[in-house]
């Protein structure tokens, strides 16, 4: 079987380089605020939900994350 990733190939030239923030535990809160911004806040009510399937499972956290704000 021949590998899909040709592993010996060079990955080529870097564009650039990403530098570590100064304060990396305000940098990850920042990040944080901003996305449940985003998101709306908690999308779930908070508790404890049992399945009887990860598909089931799935299919509900997609009801959930999909649902109109309000319903």
Same mark, same amino acid.
């Given at each position: *079987? +021949? &590998?899909?990733?040709?592993?010996? %190939?060079?990955? /080529? +030239?870097?564009? $650039?380089?990403?530098?570590? &923030?100064?304060?990396?535990?305000?940098? /990850?809160?920042? !990040?944080? +605020?901003?996305?449940?911004? !985003? =998101?709306? $806040?908690? &999308? @779930? =009510?908070? /508790? @404890?939900?049992?399945?009887?399937?990860?598909?089931?499972? %799935?299919?509900? *956290? *997609?009801?959930? !994350?999909? =649902?109109?704000? /309000?319903?």
């Amino acid at each position: *079987m +021949k &590998p899909i990733i040709n592993l010996e %190939d060079h990955a /080529g +030239k870097t564009v $650039g380089r990403r530098t570590a &923030p100064a304060n990396s535990l305000a940098y /990850g809160l920042g !990040l944080q +605020k901003s996305l449940h911004q !985003l =998101r709306g $806040g908690i &999308p @779930v =009510r908070r /508790g @404890v939900y049992r399945f009887h399937s990860f598909e089931e499972a %799935d299919q509900w *956290m *997609m009801n959930a !994350l999909t =649902r109109k704000k /309000g319903n």
